[in-house]
Structure formats: structure tokens, C-alpha cells
T-cell receptor
Framework: LAKITQPISMDSYEGQEVNITCSHN???????ITWYQQFPSQGPRFIIQ???TKVTNEVASLFIPADRKSSTLSLPRVSLSDTAVYYC?????????????FGGGTRVLVKP | GAGVSQSPSNKVTEKGKDVELRCDPI?????LYWYRQSLGQGLEFLIY????????KSGLPSDRFSAERTGGSVSTLTIQRTQQEDSAVYLC???????????????FGAGTRLSVL
């Protein structure tokens, strides 16, 4: 059973790059990594998903080393509106009977 | 309105009463998930529905909790004889369903905030 750990909180300033690392030492071969963002009083929102190496979209990058025991979400040039809680999710398809495990979340505070 | 809809947005009840929480998933999504999020905490998985298959109830904390999904669409989470520790935000999510990673991207509703007095 995958144990997922993330830092509890991180502070940053506007315009800086924020990197959040998620540890998943027991990741299974068919597991992939998904990151979600949650604002107060809202449900989590999908940011990015990957299996290995590097994935980039319009809002973030996801770096996954060869051993896949960790992953790093990178938010370039953050703004105040990026203040949120970020969750790492590790798992494969529930349809295949697999488990999906969320990390405890990282509270990111972006300061002016 | 293409998103996941949950109702009510807030529910205040007295200890010992039963409550029903409703979730309308995105049209065409065959997978539906319920989570519980206590104040300042992470996401606790409760139950998962996939099409007509038997639900995965492995996360339900006690037999006071149950859920149904009628016609493969709307789902209702029922909590019987509510206790103060049941106070939390209950989140529903849906996904396309299937084996591919992209089909398991979850889309969440805004949640129902339950307060048990």
C-alpha cells in the first residue's frame, strides 16, 4: 500500500518558482501520479498527470525521476492566486481494482 | 452547467438525525467517488462506483454510512444517526472511467459542508 508524503506547507513570493515534492516509495509499476489544486470552499481541481520523466502543460511541470519514488510539481512564476493546497495522488485505475492514495496536501502561501 | 453538482451546499443537523447528500456527476462519466474532508485535513476516500459494477465500499467508516447510485448517474450518500465527529465537507467527484490514466482524472464538486450539533 503506497504511503504518500508531502510537506505540510510552503511560503513563496510572487514571481518565484515553487517546487513541491511528493514521496511515494512504494509506488507500483502501473501507478501514475496526478496533482490537484484546492482553493478554500471549493473541490480539488486537476493540474497535471504523469508516469515518468517530465510532463509540462500551460500551468505546471511535473518531474518524475527514473526510480519513480518521488515526483516534483513545479509552478513557474507564481502569483497571489496560486495560494492554495496542492495534493499529490498516486494510483492506477479504480476500474481495475487499484487503490488511489492522496497525500496529505501542501498548503502554499504566495506573498506579495 | 457541465460540472459536478452537489446539494445541499450546507447542511446543519442535530445529533442522531439522518442526512442525505446528493451528487450529480458530469454527464457521461461512469465513475463516481465520495470523499470526506475534515477541517484543515486531507481527502479521505469513502466509496467508489463504476458503471453497473458492485461499489468499492472499503472507505466507509461505519455501517451508519451508505451510498447509492441510481441509473448510473445521480448518487446519494446517507449518514444515519449522525454524530458530531461526522461534521466535515463531503466531496463528490466523477471521471470518465476506464483503465487509461486520463480517464481517471477526477472532477470534483464544491462539496456539502455538514455540521452536526
Amino acid at each position: 500500500l503506497a504511503k504518500i508524503t508531502q510537506p505540510i506547507s510552503m511560503d513563496s513570493y510572487e514571481g518565484q518558482e515553487v517546487n513541491i515534492t511528493c514521496s511515494h516509495n512504494n509506488i507500483a509499476t502501473n501507478d501514475y501520479i496526478t496533482w490537484y489544486q484546492q482553493f478554500p470552499s471549493q473541490g480539488p481541481r486537476f493540474i497535471i498527470q504523469g508516469y515518468k520523466t517530465k510532463v509540462t502543460n500551460e500551468v505546471a511541470s511535473l518531474f518524475i525521476p527514473a526510480d519513480r519514488k518521488s515526483s516534483t510539481l513545479s509552478l513557474p512564476r507564481v502569483s497571489l492566486s496560486d495560494t492554495a493546497v496542492y495534493y499529490c495522488l498516486v494510483g492506477a485505475s479504480k476500474a481495475a481494482g487499484n487503490k488511489l492514495t492522496f497525500g496529505g496536501g501542501t498548503r502554499v502561501l504566495v506573498k506579495p | 452547467g457541465a460540472g459536478v453538482s452537489q446539494s445541499p451546499s450546507n447542511k446543519v443537523t442535530e445529533k442522531g438525525k439522518d442526512v442525505e447528500l446528493r451528487c450529480d456527476p458530469i454527464s457521461g462519466h461512469t465513475a463516481l467517488y465520495w470523499y470526506r474532508q475534515s477541517l484543515g485535513q486531507g481527502l479521505e476516500f469513502l466509496i467508489y462506483f463504476q458503471g453497473n459494477s458492485a461499489p468499492d465500499k472499503s472507505g466507509l467508516p461505519s455501517d451508519r454510512f451508505s451510498a447509492e447510485r441510481t441509473g448510473g448517474s445521480v448518487s446519494t450518500l446517507t449518514i444515519q444517526r449522525t454524530q458530531q465527529e461526522d461534521s466535515a465537507v463531503y466531496l463528490c467527484a466523477s471521471s470518465l472511467g476506464g483503465l487509461a490514466p486520463t480517464k481517471n482524472i477526477q472532477y470534483f464538486g464544491a462539496g456539502t459542508r455538514l455540521s452536526v450539533l
